[in-house]
């Protein structure tokens, strides 16, 4: 980092400092306003709540104090006698109660209206209603009774609901605690809303006279909450009872109401507190405080007075105060940035000057001086750095230079020991032997593929040359190779050779070597690369093997059929011959016959066997020897084909079939055959093979007519892919599917009776096929015909003609 | 054809020698026939050689030779004399059952004067040996003299 990028960075640290600061402060004082706000509205909610409280407690000590009066008592006592006098009080009253509950609601009932206006009701009207009314203007008590201790009603203000009170759980409530305490209600029979109040009469001894009690108007005190109302305008006061109901509120309301905010109930948690809440999704400080009561007689109801200010307002002036800040800091910021550019520039131009001046020395430029005035630090360095490149300058000169050879060198070993690495990993992981070999043939350094496979573990065979385990019968070959190379009259060989194993067993290998020379051209050592190939090689010399030994049986096969051929016909010629001479020498004996005196009975048995016996003996005989001199020459043939030399070459077919036909124009004409060459591709064979082939095809077509119908042959030919198909077919007398298969064996006639030949034109057909690289087949139906199929290769060259 | 000129027939096979001796004999041949069973009897004859007959000097000769023949066949007989100086003029023909082409290129190779195939129709042979005897009788054959 630059000197004046360090500056500008420590000015920004800094300034967003200070920017921290302020953003804090503002937040702290926001806290501390909403605290104090909190606090504030708290107390006043406090004071007014205490005051309510206070309110209703002079209200239930006003009864009890005015209850308690001996003349009110002495009433009471009074009722309790009579009541004691009766037999059963219980009957009494629920006889009275229900001559009370049956009559009708706006009629009043003689014992009602008696009531209300007995001496005690007067006295009370006075006490609790009318002279407050005179005093106030309203009576907080807008209903109060009196019951005896039976709980029968003895005096009321204005219209209890029944007569009899004792089953009711307040009467029974005040009896046994001296006071029962209801929630804010509505009174039906006051039409107010108000708070009822129990009270237990006693005598000065203690004795339970009877119960007192009085509906308490709590309108003017509730409102009283609006006190806690502060001085905002956008404050609100809610007074709830313990369950959410509105008693007040300083907006319009109605009585008892449900207050909606569930979330702001479920926030009001323990006796007070204040907090930050929404409201219509507006955010607004809240604070609150739970009834407390005044003391045991009243223990307060748990009403909650809720006050309630507008966030915004309350905080309008710490609004101001924020945005001020803010621009402070902002401006602040911006100063600060300007000056650290400024001071940055400042140094850094000084430190420019040095840098480059450093740089440059520092690249070599010894002679280079700074140009720095001024007495402040940089110029101090400048001067001394001046003086230090004087001295520098000149140790550098040596030490440069050893520092670069240095350089060079570790360099290069880090060069050599990778490609040392790569050349080992190479090297010891090749598929194939590799091998280094001295000049004298000595192995250097051999792979672990090679020891493998010459089965010689590594340092048994570094102590050999490639001579010793190279088998005899190559060593000649390679050895002249080697001469060669190191006479630098070629630069690589390759052959494939033998070595021994160490086992002793010989295995075939292709080496490829080549020759590393010094810088002087002396053979420094070998590079051999050495492939496993005996599982191939012996492949190709067994098939070698058994392609041979098949020739050799061929050309033996063929000498004997040569050999025996004539040496056949030898004794054939002398079967012939002398058959002959005899039957010329049976003529003139019959020519003697007729001059000599032979007695006629012996002329007689003796003329048959000159005429018929041997004549007919001798024909036969002659007839086996043609039949015999016939198989011979065609076994001559056949052998001949095998041994005849072939010239391959396109054949024209269409001019080779029409010689053919040509030949055999006599036959055709004789056998009255029509015959049809279409145009046929060339093929590649030797034509005068071909020739002996087609001309087969078409004799044996001639040959086995159908004499029933006019004959019908046709040639045509096709192009498939690489080769030439060809057909023959004719109309004859076809050959039954049995015998389709044995048509191509030798000396096999169709029908020997019915037709002549040697039974070898379809043998000689295949045998020329065989060397011509073709295939035959026939299809055809016994009476029908035969179609006899040749594929040839084809002419690479195209259908030329 | 004078008389002087001796008819050598190397055959190993009797019926065929004498087939050829009845049948020269029957076309006119008058000559003096002789016969050998191998060819190293005609050898030996030939080249004056062992315990057997030997020719007379001056006189002329013509060999008609077979082919496949016991100890030394009708190939290397006409090997020999073709090879030596003074019998490579007597006429050799050679009367074979083989007509295999390359037989007889190699006869005619090596210098025979002609080459007759012995056909098993009998008919045939009696013309071809008639036609030898015709042949004989006409051509012009050398004395050979006693140093070879």
């Known amino acids: ?23 804090y402060a503002d937040f702290a004082s926001r806290r501390s306003l909403e605290e104090a706000i909190g606090h504030e509205s ?7 709540m205490k005051r309510i409280d206070l309110a209703i407690h002079d209200k239930i000590m006003y009864v009890w104090d005015n209850a308690e009066q001996a003349w009110i008592l002495s009433h009471i006592v009074k009722s309790n006698q009579s009541f004691a006098e009766l037999d059963s009080p219980e009957d009494f009253m629920d006889r009275i109660d229900r001559e009370w509950t049956s009559s009708p609601q706006d009629t009043l009932s003689p014992l009602l209206l008696e009531l209300q206006d007995n001496e005690l009701s007067r006295a009370l009207r006075q006490q609790f209603i009318n002279s407050l009314l005179k005093k106030y203007g309203y009576s907080p008590f807008p209903e109060l009774f009196v019951t005896n201790r039976y709980g029968a009603v003895i005096a009321t203000t204005g219209r209890t609901n029944s007569y009899r009170q004792d089953k009711k759980s307040w009467w029974q409530t005040a009896r046994e605690q ?6 804010i209600a509505y009174d039906a029979g006051s039409d107010s809303y108000g708070i009822a109040v129990a009270l237990r009469l006693d005598d000065s001894d203690g004795n339970f006279l009877g119960v007192v009690k009085a509906i308490v108007n709590v309108g003017p005190i509730v409102k009283t909450a609006e006190i806690a109302t502060s001085r905002y305008q956008s404050a609100r006061t809610r007074l709830l009872t313990r369950d959410g109901k509105i008693i007040f509120r300083s907006r319009p309301y109605r009585f008892l109401q449900d207050f909606s905010d569930v979330t702001l109930i479920n926030r009001l948690e323990g006796g007070e507190g204040f907090f930050v809440g929404n409201e219509q999704n507006v955010q607004r400080f809240y604070s609150y405080v739970r009834s407390k009561g005044k003391d045991r007689h009243y223990p307060g109801f748990g009403w909650i007075l809720l006050v309630s200010n507008d966030a915004d307002e309350v905080l309008a002036s710490a609004e101001v105060l924020r945005t001020r800040i803010a621009v402070v800091s902002i401006l602040l910021i911006m100063a600060g940035i300007i000056f650290a550019l400024f001071l940055s520039m400042t140094i850094n131009r000084s430190l420019g000057v040095l840098s480059a001046g450093a740089e440059r020395i520092g690249g070599g430029d010894l002679d280079f001086r700074m140009e720095l005035a001024g007495d402040d630090e940089f110029g101090q360095v400048a001067g001394t750095f001046n003086a230090m490149v004087r001295n520098l300058q000149e140790i550098t000169a040596s030490r440069d230079e050893l520092n670069a050879e240095i350089d060079k060198r570790n360099m290069a070993e880090k060069a050599l020991r990778e490609s040392e690495k790569r050349f080992r990993a190479t090297f010891e992981q090749a598929a194939v032997g590799i091998a280094l070999v001295s000049p004298r043939g000595g192995w250097l350094r051999v792979n672990r593929k090679l020891c493998a496979i010459v089965g010689y573990p590594e340092d048994k065979l570094r102590q050999l040359t490639f001579q010793d385990i190279t088998h005899p019968d190559d060593l ?15 630069s690589t060989y390759s052959l494939e050779k033998r070595y021994i194993r160490l086992d002793g067993s010989p295995v075939w290998i292709n080496l490829t070597v080549s020759l590393v020379r010094d810088d002087d051209g002396t053979p420094a050592y070998f590079i051999s690369i050495i492939e496993d190939i005996d599982q191939r090689k012996n492949t190709e010399l067994e098939r070698d093997r058994l392609s041979l030994e098949l020739n050799k049986k061929n050309h033996e096969l063929e000498q004997i059929i040569y050999v025996t051929s004539h040496d056949l016909r030898s004794p054939l010629v002398n079967v012939q011959g002398f058959s002959k001479e005899l039957s010329a020498d049976i003529k003139n004996l019959l020519s003697l016959w007729q001059n000599t005196g032979i007695p006629a009975a012996i002329r007689n ?22 039949r015999m001199d016939d198989l011979l020459n065609g076994l001559l043939r056949l052998s001949r084909l095998g041994r005849a ?17 040509a030949t055999m124009d006599f036959q055709i004409k004789e056998a009255g055959v029509q015959v049809e060459v279409s145009d046929l591709p060339t093929c590649r064979g030797d034509r005068d093979q071909l020739n002996q082939l087609f001309s087969n095809l078409l004799g044996n077509a001639l040959k086995y007519l159908d004499p029933g119908r006019p004959g019908r042959i046709n040639i045509n030919g096709v192009k498939e892919k690489d080769r030439s198909v060809y057909c023959v077919s004719d109309n004859g007398i076809g050959i039954a599917r049995e015998h389709q298969g044995k048509i191509f064996e030798i000396f096999h006639r169709l029908n020997p009776a019915e037709s002549e030949g040697d039974g070898l034109g379809l043998a000689i057909v295949n045998r020329i096929l065989d060397r ?13 015909g035969s179609s006899f199929y040749v594929s040839l290769p084809g002419w690479k060259g195209g259908n030329r003609a | 054809m004078r008389k002087e000129i001796h008819i050598i027939i190397a055959e190993d096979d009797d019926g065929h020698a004498a087939l050829i001796n009845k049948n020269l004999r029957r076309a006119g041949i008058e000559n003096e026939i002789i016969r050998f069973a191998d060819g190293q009897q005609a050898l030996d004859f030939l080249f004056r050689k062992g315990g057997g007959p030997h020719r007379k000097a001056g006189d002329s000769y013509l060999l008609l030779l077979d082919i496949r023949m016991p100890k030394v066949d009708g190939i290397e ?15 050799v023909i050679m009367v074979t059952t083989t007509d295999d082409p390359r037989e007889v290129e190699h006869c005619h190779l090596l210098g025979c004067s002609n080459y007759i195939t012995k056909p098993v129709d009998y008919e045939k042979f009696v013309n071809v040996i008639r036609q030898l005897g015709l042949f004989i009788m006409i051509v012009q054959v050398p004395a050979v003299n006693g140093n070879s």
């Open chain 1, 42 to 48: 708290l107390i006043l909610a406090q004071e007014t």
């Open chain 1, 476 to 490: 000649d070959t390679d050895l002249d190779f080697y001469r060669q190379v190191l006479a630098g009259e070629i």
């Open chain 1, 178 to 183: 001296g006071i029962s305490l209801e929630d």
């Open chain 1, 1 to 23: 980092m630059k000197t004046s990028q360090k500056i500008m960075a420590g000015f920004l640290v800094t300034l967003t400092l200070t920017a921290a600061l302020a953003f």
């Open chain 1, 605 to 626: 048995q003796a003329e048959p066997l000159l005429h018929q016996d041997i004549p007919e003996s001798l024909q036969f005989i002659e007839k086996g020897i043609a």
């Open chain 1, 772 to 784: 011509l690289d073709g295939k035959i087949w026939v299809a055809s139906e016994e009476g029908r």
């Open chain 2, 77 to 91: 007989v006409l090997r020999q004399l073709k090879a030596d100086e003074e019998l490579r003029k007597i006429p």
């Open chain 1, 645 to 661: 030399s072939l010239t391959l070459e396109e054949c024209d077919m269409n001019r080779l079939l029409a010689d053919i036909v």
